[in-house]
């Protein structure tokens, strides 16, 4: 069963009609619907093996179920 808007809205302790305004802000503050986040993968460095090379500082670059599987 897909995560829906009404299942969003009730483990947010929002309207449905809230969740559909917060994800229609994030899409065009993202800049999708005109195609300005092209470039954002361009950069995109895959993680490295060496695990001292997928943090700046004790920040990780990468999320914590793609961190787990290089160590």
């Known amino acids: 069963m897909a995560y829906d808007e009404k299942?969003?809205?009730?483990?947010?302790g929002?309207?449905?009609?809230?969740?559909r305004n917060t994800w229609h802000a994030a899409r065009d503050d993202s800049g999708?619907?005109?195609?300005?986040?092209d470039d954002s993968f361009?950069?995109?460095?895959?993680?490295?093996?060496?695990?001292?090379?997928?943090?700046?500082g004790d920040v990780p670059l990468y999320p914590a179920r793609v961190m787990d599987k290089l160590i």
Do not use: L, Y
């Not at 460095?45 to 695990?51: E, G, I, L, R, V």
């Open 42 to 56: 361009k950069n995109f460095t895959p993680p490295s093996s060496k695990p001292e090379d997928n943090f700046v």
């Open 7 to 12: 299942k969003c809205a009730k483990d947010q």
């Open 14 to 19: 929002q309207t449905e009609g809230e969740v």
């Open 32 to 37: 999708v619907r005109e195609g300005k986040d």
